[in-house]
Each structure stands twice: as C-alpha cells, then as structure tokens.
C-alpha cells in the first residue's frame, strides 16, 4: 500500500517535471472564428424595404437603429413609433423592427399590413424563437452591411427598452466631434466583464460544460442596448460566418463575433438602468434624469409612455426653444459623456 502510494507519487511527480503539457489541460473557447465557413446566414427576406431606409436621404442618417422584436409585439411597435423614436423630432435617425417568422398565418398577413402603413419591417423567413435570436443579430448584421453601410453609427435595443434620443444623439454627437478621425471599431455598451456561465438546469441560461466549458465568459456587453460605430456590421457580419453558431445571442453577437472582428469595447455603465422599477424612478427624479439613457420596461406599455412624457416634460423645460416639431437643433453642454468612455 504505502510502496503503491510512493510509486504514485514519483510519478505523477516525474510527468510533472518532464513535460508540464500532459497535467495542464487546454480548454479552448469553442466560439473562435475558424479559417473557413462554418455559420452561414442563408435565410431569405419575407419584408425588405431595402435601400428606401437610408439611400437619397438628407439629412443623411446619423444613427440607424434596430430593436428586436417579436411578431406578436405590435403594442410594443406603436409604442417605441410614437414616443422615443418619433420621426419628426429625429429626423437624422431611422428605424427598423427585425422579426423572424411564425407559422400563425394571421399573424404573419398582420406584419404584412403593418409594413405597408409603416415600412419600418424587415423579417427572414427563420423561426422566430428565443433559441433564435442569434439568427435575428446576424440577420440585422447582414440587412445594415447591405442596406444601410453608410450611417455613423448603429444602436441596437429590445422592443421593452425606452431610449432618452436626446441624451443618446447629445452623446454621439459630443463623441463624434472630440474624435480626430472620427469613431471607428468600437462597441458602446454595458461591459460585462467577468459575467457567471449559469450551471443551474433549471434556469432558461443553462448550459452545461459542453455548450460552454468555462465558468465566466469573455467580456460581452448587455444585449438589451448597444452602439455600434458605423464600420461594425459589415465586419461583423463577415466575422459571423466564421463562428460557429451559439443560442445565447448576446454573447454570440457582443462577445464572439465582435472580438472576432477585433472591436474595441467602450465601457457606457453609468447611463443604463435596466431594473424597471430603478429605471422608473431615475427618469423620474430631476438629480439623476441627466445620467439615464436607456431604461428596461418589460412590464408595462404605460410606463413606456409616461417616461417618454417625462422626457418630453423636460427637454422642454430645459430647452424650451428647442423642442419644437422639425425644428430641433443640438446643444452639446445638454449631456456631457459618462467619464469611463472618455
Ligand atoms: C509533451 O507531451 C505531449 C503529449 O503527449 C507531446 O505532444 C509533446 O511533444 C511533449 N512535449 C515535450 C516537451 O516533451
Ligand atoms: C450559404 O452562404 C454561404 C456564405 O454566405 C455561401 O457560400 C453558400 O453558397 C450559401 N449556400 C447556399 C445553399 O445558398
Ligand atoms: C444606395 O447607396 C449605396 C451606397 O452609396 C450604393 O452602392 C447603391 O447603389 C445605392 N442603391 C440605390 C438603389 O440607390
Ligand atoms: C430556428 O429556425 C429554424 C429555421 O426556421 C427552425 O428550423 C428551427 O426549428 C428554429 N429553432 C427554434 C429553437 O425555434
Ligand atoms: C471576410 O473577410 C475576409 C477578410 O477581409 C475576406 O478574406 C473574406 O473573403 C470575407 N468573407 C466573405 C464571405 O465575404
Ligand atoms: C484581428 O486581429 C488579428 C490579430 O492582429 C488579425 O489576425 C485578424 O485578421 C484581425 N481580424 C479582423 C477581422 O480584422
């Protein structure tokens, strides 16, 4: 026994001092992009309004924005259409709901409808499902690289988010003029940086050791609200296609494909609020309106519409020349940027 035990040790003690290789196991990170094709997007367009979006426009468009959206959230459409994303006081954004299909039929002749009153839709015919999000990231990565490559820059939000567009432009357009050459390569988000795999099996985030074999994941960025800088989808998209396809989209699509196409990752912490009931109190309190952009309202289409009238209250109060159809004009000393982006 104790002859056994010794023999053990030396060894484990003798691999150990010849070749450290064998005892040091190498778990690779299974999203890295690969030297051929393993992801491609080959799925067809149902609704594309294609270069009507953003060719011939003047003002040229300045942020293009895309919220994922689910086929069956027209409430949540008409919301974001008539409060935040509103086309007369914005007129250098645009806007687009990216949705996948569903085999309800009336549901499908509905979207159809609504792109003909609006032609803001762009759908491809994948299942529209949680498990494929990833497909809708890439989709929109795809639509923006051949439609609209043009803009500055690129917010993608969730059709539960409520944007402040007067702090979101104040902050573009202060970063856009204290650059040399202009913003290029970057992501601005909410950096997570060391965020836990969950393990749990009953959780909707599970993944086992085999989905994904490490404990914490790269830095990625909350998925809910990100910016994009205008060169980003086209080489975002192409890094896609070299990735093989994960589920969990905010990390496919913030983490693995966008460190694949080497982004850089701005750090935009203070301006997010995503608890709803946090973001519904700091739209609501004149000491901490100035520090929010962007606010998660999963539960309630009212409160959506009632931060928006706060906006509106206090854009006026503050400006109010300003805040007249048509007419908006910028003023950079609204919003300074949040330090760590600096
Ligand atoms: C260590 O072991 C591995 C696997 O057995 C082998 O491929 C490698 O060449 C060895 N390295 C050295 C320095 O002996
Ligand atoms: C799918 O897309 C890839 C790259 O985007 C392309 O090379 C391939 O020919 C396409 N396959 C089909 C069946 O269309
Ligand atoms: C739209 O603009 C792009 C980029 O400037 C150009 O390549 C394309 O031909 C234009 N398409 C149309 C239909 O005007
Ligand atoms: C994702 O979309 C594909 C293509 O439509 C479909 O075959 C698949 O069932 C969908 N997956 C889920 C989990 O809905
Ligand atoms: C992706 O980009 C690389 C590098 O620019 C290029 O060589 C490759 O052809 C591109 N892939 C596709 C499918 O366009
Ligand atoms: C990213 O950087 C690496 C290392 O510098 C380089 O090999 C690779 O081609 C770059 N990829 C892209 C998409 O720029």
């Not at 970057?186 to 795999?197: G, H, K, Q």
């Not at 905010?250 to 850089?264: H, K, L, M």
């Not at 609020?273 to 109190?281: D, F, S």
Request: glycine share 4%.
């Amino acid at each position: 026994m104790i002859l056994l035990f010794i023999a053990c040790f030396i060894h484990i003690y003798s691999i150990n001092s010849q070749n450290t290789s064998v005892t040091v196991p190498t778990i690779k990170n299974p999203y890295t992009p690969r030297d051929h094709i393993v992801n491609p997007h080959n799925f067809s367009y149902i609704l594309n309004p294609g270069y009507s979006i953003c060719n011939s426009s003047n003002p040229s468009v300045f942020v293009f924005i895309y919220v994922h959206s689910g086929p069956g959230n027209y409430q949540r459409r008409v919301v974001i259409r008539e409060t935040w994303a509103t086309r007369t006081l914005f007129p250098d954004i645009r806007l687009i709901f990216m949705i996948g299909k569903t085999l309800d039929k009336n549901l499908m002749k509905a979207i159809e409808y609504e792109n003909e009153i609006y032609r803001d839709i762009v759908q491809e015919d994948f299942i529209d499902s949680y498990k494929n999000l990833t497909y809708k990231g890439i989709m929109a990565l795809k639509w923006i690289s051949t439609y609209c490559s043009n803009t500055k820059y690129i917010l993608k939000v969730d059709d539960d988010i409520v944007v402040n567009t007067f702090t979101l432009l104040n902050h573009l357009k202060f970063l856009e003029k204290h650059s040399t050459n202009g913003q290029h390569n970057t992501i601005l988000c909410l950096v997570w940086t060391a965020m836990m795999v969950m393990r749990d099996s009953k959780s909707k985030w599970y993944l086992s050791k085999s989905d994904f074999p490490f404990d914490t994941f790269p830095p990625y960025c909350s998925g809910s609200a990100f910016i994009l800088t205008g060169d980003m989808p086209t080489k975002m998209y192409n890094a896609s296609l070299y990735v093989p396809f994960f589920w969990v989209d905010d990390y496919y699509i913030t983490g693995a494909v966008a460190s694949a196409a080497n982004a850089t990752y701005a750090q935009l912490g203070s301006l997010y609020t995503i608890p709803e009931q946090l973001a519904h109190t700091r739209f609501m309190s004149a000491k901490s309106f100035y520090t929010i952009m962007f606010g998660h309202f999963p539960t309630s289409l009212n409160n959506m519409r009632e931060i928006w009238k706060r906006i509106l209250t206090l854009q006026k109060y503050k400006f109010p020349n300003r805040v007249q159809l048509n007419s908006f004009s910028w003023d950079e000393t609204i919003h300074q940027p949040d330090k760590a982006t600096r």
